[in-house]
């Protein structure tokens, strides 16, 4: 019983995740571009989830290999976003 939660909780939390950043793909419809534009812009805008989609299908088969991307990928975010020159501005992010 206790392996299947933690088996489930960070499957849940990655899929609630994603559905969260999802949400951030909607504004590209807004303004006064056209339709594919906006198309366009929601499906750049959906790069990372699909990062995310990937690494998740990949952890769902291979839970150490998953981990170990999602590791990857929060390091590869502290450095693309500058977060790591900053102790205080890192653990804001990272907690």
Not at 14 to 34: C, E, R, T, Y
Not at 65 to 94: H, P
């Amino acid at each position: 019983m206790k392996t299947d939660k933690l088996i489930w909780i960070p499957r849940v939390l990655a899929i609630i995740f994603i559905v969260f950043i999802s949400l951030f793909a909607l504004d590209a419809f807004s303004g006064d571009a056209s339709f594919i534009k906006k198309l366009g812009g929601f499906l750049r805008h959906l790069i990372p989830t699909l990062i995310l989609v990937l690494t998740l299908l990949i952890s769902w088969k291979k839970p150490l290999l998953g981990g170990s991307i999602f590791i990857l990928l929060s390091i590869a975010f502290a450095f693309f976003f500058k977060t790591n020159r900053s102790l205080l501005t890192f653990l804001a992010v990272t907690f």
